[in-house]
């Protein structure tokens, strides 16, 4: 057995050793990773003791609450040392310097493993990989027979290279209830992934409850693609929402809420045709950018920012058909009094009324690459999926980029050419392996704008957990490893060893995923996903 052990020097050296280096397999790969010769592994017994101070209490609490039920017993938190083993965790913020906000260090000996980190969140990502040190079957909710808890002898020193690791699903093309939203956390905290955008909103309904606009739920919310009929749909209360956030928090994953505007507006149109719709022929896929429109939206905005208290707001602002503003007479006399020469000003003006408004409240827009059309808004940052090309235009003018490029990482699209999915690319675990988040064409200040990456899972044909897991893994293992690893670490054949004994613990977390060797044919629907229009099935 071998196992790659990354010197500080960047240099990779291949090391010969004993069974024991089969139980290393963490995925994402850490940055280094260096096998001790001591004899001896450290055991966790009953007897072993948690020792945390101040904060990294709370992520000690956590550390008992994953490893209990496997093992079979609830080890104690403590102060201090006692006679047992201990687990030490540590915070120093000097280690922020070297580490980063997220990086840990993780030392394990005979008698002794400490996690250090200059945050919380450090500690949490450290404690996933000690947990990935166990057997797979530490990740299972059953107290698990004939195991053996123990870690080998080494040192970790680890920390991201994105702090954007991200994924989407959306609960508009197919409502999500609360429990699979917490699977869904559970699982992506594993992989140390820290977003998660939600689209909220789309043409097939509003899933979020905005008190100032009752009928976006009580109307909005009214279908959805199940196929099972208008009446059903569902939305989340804000008391669901802020459960949803602080779970995830909990986890130190950010839910980036997506609010979709202009396009993709149907159901908010439908519920709110004064306000928004175009008129007189309504069109359910575009909003009419009128000043009472940015005023309805902004107050949405303004209840969106009281539930999410994540820094950035997305505000979609993707695959407008501005042309049917050309054909709209309001819309044509609303452009000649604001002086905009084209839809594309238009578009870009009603976007840049909410990156002012959001900015204003200290937080910052997202939006997908369109928003560059008719002129960026100053403080936008762009999720770049029609390929890198806006991506890179916008970090070339000084904006923060996010990379969600269709090529990569589509995860509506099929892993294997007779299996469901959107359009016709294929987009296998090793293509993913393949996306690099940082063009060449960027040099070093303008790649520093690279936020990281990002997965999309868009729900059209994802009509429940099975199917929404099955999307997202292996290839979300691999999109891991390509934000939060080193550059120079990336080796696709080194990567399928440990993957397959990640596909053993989400087996164990009950997390469905799609077999490598898998060539189940579950025949193609693209039928099914035609634009969806309220109007019509309202
Ligand atoms: C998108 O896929 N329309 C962002």
Known sequence: MTVLKRMSSGCLVLLLCSQVCAAISVVPQPAELELMDENGMFKFTPETVIVARGEAEGEAKKLVRVLAPAMGFELKTAKTPGKGSVVLLELDAALEESLGKEGYRLRAGPELISISAAQRAGLFYGIQTLRQLLPPAIYGSRKAEGEDWSVPCLKITDYPRFGWRGLLID????????????????????????????????????RIEIKRYPKLTTVGSKSDRSGRGPGHGGFYSQSDMRDIVRYALDRHITIIPEIEMPAHTGAASYAYPEELALKPKRNGHVLAPRPAAVTFMQNVLTEIMDIFPSRHIHIGGDEANTG???????????????????????????????????????????????????????????MSWRGTSGGIAAAKAGHDVVMAPTSHTYFDYRQAPKELGLGRSVIDVQKVYAFEPIPADLNADEARHVLGGQGQLWGELIKDRERREFMTYPRACALAEVLWSPKDARDFNGFLPRLNVNLKRLRASNVNYRRLDDLLIVGTRDSEVEEFDYFENN
Do not use: C
């Open 324 to 382: 049917v503003w050309k054909s709209n007479e309001e819309m044509q006399e609303q452009m000649r009094r604001m002086g905009h020469a084209n839809v594309h000003e238009l578009h870009s003006w009603f976007i840049r009324q909410m990156d002012t408004f959001l900015t204003e409240k200290g937080r910052r827009l997202v939006g997908w690459d369109e928003i560059l059309q008719g002129g960026l808004a100053s403080g936008a940052t762009v």
């Open 171 to 206: 609960p508009a093309r197919h409502f999500i209830p609360v429990k699979d939203f917490k699977h869904y956390v559970d699982a992506m905290a594993v992989h140390k992934l820290n977003r998660l955008q939600i689209h909220l909103t789309d043409n097939e309904g509003w």
